[in-house]
């Protein structure tokens, strides 16, 4: 009789052929990167050799279009024990795997989670021969699932840097290293760096797919510079400032061949011109004879130009727009009788208003918590509301009840507007309320539910107009919102969702300051409805202040009386 293995017969048990749980290649290569799946690996081990050594603990993070979705963590008893230099660094000893499974008995859980992903690993050869060898020991075939290593990576991204290590990469991209030397503290990093690397590899090296990006992490390693390059190409590159703007390939008959966005116009149009460069840009550097630019104050109003020229200019090259990091808003629709706030990271000019940008939907959704407990409007789906049965928060005074017939709707549309006022700054009867609430449950003795109230009120205090940017809605703000970026100024008027731009490079806008001096003289009527154009510029804005608030100060028009006393505030 043929031994079954315990890995086998899990795999058996949890009906998964090993065949069918393998990625389809040819799919998955022709996937974009900024929209693949990613399994991050990280191992602990008992040594360096993955022959003699074996595995004490595993971490591996899932990246899909472009977020971390999920984690999987597990100590491994490796039959061996730990060498004292191991558990000094790791803190992993004897008796915290002594009762961890062993990795057969674990193996179908892993290829399962990895299902369908990319296998990435920071020193990939580590990594994936660790995992290579544990399977082999039980028998079971190797993953064909595609492969990246982002040391790899880092070694053509990251030339500067001398250590290409996880470590000081975390460090010098300020990414947050939590748990070092534990499976997946490191794994959630690796993920973290490559988040940050998918980026830069579209936007400075063309990479769009992830066979483009198989075939760039396999190429050579070179720092000398191309031969043979145009003349026209050098000359134009030696007149680029170091200044953020945005450059355009052009071809002999002057047709746009490629449009990109700098920080630095002369870093970034270097990488052209090296053999660091992937086949997409060679392809733009032989194709082109002239290169222009057009230089901004700050990267946000470079990327909205590059944008703009996309649309008009068509160029041969861009294959789409570029996807932006998404942003969380608070929505409430106004005019419904019942409306409430929730989370979403859609943003349209439709009607409704919405509160906000949040870098991460766990702010917004903490804020949306904080208004539950503050203010009695409805927290039910539709479906329950549509019951028009009353729930228990009726009877904890938490709910004015809308769902009922005979709710009072002047007292509805009051707690909406102590809701908006909020939003605005005017916090004192929200934090009324929730002290309120913290004593009577203290006077009850219910004092877990006390503390709660508590925490909930230091946060409001500590944290609230941290996370909030814009205090209007955002869809009806009027604001005037100043850029600072390595000394240069930029300003953008937010106008009931219209977008101005001041000394804009397109040269397309309409006069900045008929804008403003129009506002304050109550003309503001006199503009056309917003475009198109308006609701582009609002979600490129919203996503970069979103992570880059430092540099972003807002100046809310209700709170001057004519452009001068602006002109003043903002020059202070």
């Given at each position: 009789?043929?031994?079954?293995?315990?890995?086998?017969?899990?795999?058996?048990?949890?009906?998964?052929?090993?065949?069918?749980?393998?990625?389809?290649?040819?799919?998955?290569?022709?996937?974009k990167?900024?929209?693949?799946?990613?399994?991050?690996?990280?191992?602990?081990?008992?040594?360096?050799?993955?022959?003699?050594?074996?595995?004490?603990?595993?971490?591996?993070t899932?990246?899909?279009?472009?977020?971390i979705?999920d984690?999987?963590?597990?100590?491994?008893?490796?039959g061996?024990?730990?060498?004292?230099f191991?558990?000094q660094?790791?803190?992993?000893?004897?008796?915290?795997?002594?009762?961890?499974?062993?990795f057969?008995?674990?193996?179908?859980e892993?290829?399962?989670?990895?299902?369908?992903?990319?296998?990435?690993?920071?020193?990939?050869?580590?990594?994936y021969?660790?995992?290579?060898?544990?399977?082999?020991?039980?028998?079971?075939?190797?993953?064909?699932?595609e492969?990246?290593?982002?040391l790899?990576?880092?070694?053509?991204?990251?030339?500067?840097?001398?250590?290409?290590?996880?470590?000081?990469?975390?460090?010098?991209?300020?990414?947050?290293?939590?748990?070092?030397?534990?499976?997946?503290?490191?794994?959630?990093?690796?993920?973290?760096?490559?988040?940050?690397?998918?980026?830069?590899?579209?936007?400075?090296?063309?990479?769009k797919?992830?066979?483009e990006l198989?075939?760039?992490?396999?190429?050579?390693?070179t720092t000398?510079?191309?031969k043979?390059?145009?003349?026209k190409?050098i000359?134009?590159?030696?007149?680029?400032?170091?200044?953020?703007?945005?450059?355009?390939?052009?071809?002999?008959?002057?047709e746009?061949?490629?449009?990109?966005?700098a920080?630095?116009?002369?870093?970034?149009?270097?990488?052209?011109?090296?053999?660091?460069?992937?086949?997409?840009?060679r392809e733009?550097?032989?194709g082109?004879?002239?290169?222009?630019?057009?230089?901004?104050?700050?990267?946000?109003?470079?990327?909205i130009?590059?944008?703009?020229?996309?649309k008009?200019?068509?160029p041969?090259?861009?294959?789409q727009?570029?996807?932006?990091?998404?942003?969380?808003?608070?929505?409430?629709?106004?005019?419904?009788?019942?409306?409430?706030?929730?989370v979403?990271?859609?943003?349209?000019l439709?009607g409704?208003?919405?509160?906000?940008?949040?870098?991460?939907?766990?702010?917004?959704?903490?804020?949306v918590?904080?208004?539950?407990?503050?203010?009695?409007?409805?927290?039910?789906?539709?479906?329950?509301?549509?019951?028009?049965?009353?729930?228990?928060l009726?009877?904890?005074d938490?709910?004015?009840?809308?769902?009922?017939?005979?709710?009072?709707?002047?007292e509805?549309?009051?707690?909406?507007?102590?809701?908006?006022k909020?939003?605005?700054?005017?916090?004192?009867?929200?934090?009324?309320?929730?002290?309120?609430?913290?004593?009577?449950?203290?006077?009850?003795?219910?004092?877990?539910?006390?503390?709660?109230?508590?925490?909930?009120?230091?946060?409001?205090?500590?944290?609230?107009?941290?996370t909030?940017?814009i205090?209007?809605?955002?869809n009806?703000?009027?604001?005037?919102?100043?850029?600072?970026?390595?000394?240069?100024?930029d300003?953008?008027?937010?106008?009931?969702?219209?977008v101005?731009?001041?000394?804009?490079?397109?040269?397309t806008?309409?006069?900045?300051?008929?804008?403003l001096?129009?506002?304050?003289?109550?003309?503001?009527?006199?503009?056309?409805?917003?475009?198109?154009?308006?609701?582009?510029?609002?979600?490129i804005?919203?996503?970069?202040?979103?992570?880059?608030?430092?540099?972003?100060?807002?100046?809310?028009?209700?709170?001057?009386?004519?452009?001068?006393?602006?002109?003043?505030?903002?020059?202070?």
């Amino acid at each position: 009789m043929q031994n079954i293995s315990k890995s086998a017969l899990n795999y058996s048990l949890l009906n998964i052929d090993f065949e069918t749980v393998l990625p389809e290649n040819k799919k998955i290569t022709e996937i974009k990167i900024s929209e693949a799946d990613y399994s991050v690996i990280d191992f602990e081990t008992t040594g360096t050799s993955s022959k003699s050594g074996r595995v004490i603990e595993i971490g591996i993070t899932r990246i899909s279009n472009f977020k971390i979705v999920d984690t999987y963590q597990s100590m491994i008893n490796p039959g061996l024990s730990i060498p004292y230099f191991i558990t000094q660094l790791t803190g992993i000893s004897d008796q915290d795997v002594s009762g961890a499974p062993y990795f057969e008995d674990i193996a179908a859980e892993i290829i399962e989670f990895m299902d369908n992903s990319i296998i990435t690993a920071h020193n990939l050869a580590f990594d994936y021969g660790f995992l290579k060898s544990e399977l082999e020991r039980n028998s079971l075939p190797e993953p064909e699932n595609e492969k990246i290593c982002t040391l790899k990576l880092a070694r053509k991204l990251y030339p500067e840097l001398k250590s290409k290590s996880l470590s000081n990469l975390t460090n010098s991209l300020k990414i947050r290293h939590k748990n070092i030397h534990r499976a997946l503290g490191d794994s959630n990093a690796t993920a973290k760096l490559l988040l940050k690397m998918i980026p830069k590899l579209e936007d400075e090296f063309h990479i769009k797919t992830v066979k483009e990006l198989v075939l760039y992490q396999s190429s050579a390693l070179t720092t000398k510079r191309i031969k043979f390059i145009k003349k026209k190409l050098i000359d134009d590159y030696n007149s680029l400032p170091d200044s953020p703007g945005v450059y355009i390939f052009q071809d002999p008959s002057e047709e746009t061949v490629y449009i990109g966005k700098a920080k630095s116009l002369k870093k970034r149009v270097r990488n052209y011109f090296t053999s660091r460069s992937a086949a997409k840009t060679r392809e733009i550097t032989k194709g082109a004879n002239k290169l222009t630019y057009h230089k901004t104050n700050s990267e946000l109003t470079a990327l909205i130009a590059e944008t703009e020229l996309v649309k008009k200019l068509n160029p041969t090259v861009n294959t789409q727009l570029k996807k932006y990091p998404s942003s969380y808003f608070i929505k409430i629709n106004k005019d419904d009788f019942s409306a409430y706030p929730i989370v979403t990271k859609d943003f349209e000019l439709d009607g409704f208003d919405y509160f906000g940008p949040y870098k991460r939907r766990e702010f917004a959704t903490e804020i949306v918590s904080i208004l539950n407990k503050t203010f009695r409007l409805r927290e039910c789906s539709d479906k329950e509301f549509k019951k028009s049965k009353g729930c228990y928060l009726i009877d904890i005074d938490r709910c004015i009840a809308p769902c009922l017939n005979d709710f009072n709707k002047n007292e509805y549309n009051s707690e909406l507007e102590h809701l908006y006022k909020f939003f605005a700054g005017n916090n004192q009867t929200a934090v009324n309320r929730l002290i309120s609430k913290m004593q009577h449950f203290s006077q009850i003795k219910r004092f877990e539910i006390a503390a709660e109230y508590r925490d909930t009120v230091n946060h409001l205090l500590s944290q609230f107009y941290k996370t909030t940017l814009i205090r209007e809605p955002i869809n009806r703000a009027n604001a005037l919102i100043k850029i600072v970026e390595n000394g240069n100024e930029d300003y953008i008027l937010l106008q009931n969702g219209r977008v101005v731009i001041r000394n804009f490079v397109l040269k397309t806008e309409l006069n900045f300051d008929n804008y403003l001096f129009d506002y304050f003289d109550g003309n503001t009527q006199l503009y056309e409805n917003n475009t198109e154009r308006d609701i582009e510029r609002l979600r490129i804005l919203l996503s970069w202040i979103t992570i880059n608030n430092h540099k972003t100060k807002v100046y809310y028009l209700t709170d001057y009386n004519s452009k001068t006393e602006l002109e003043l505030a903002v020059s202070t």
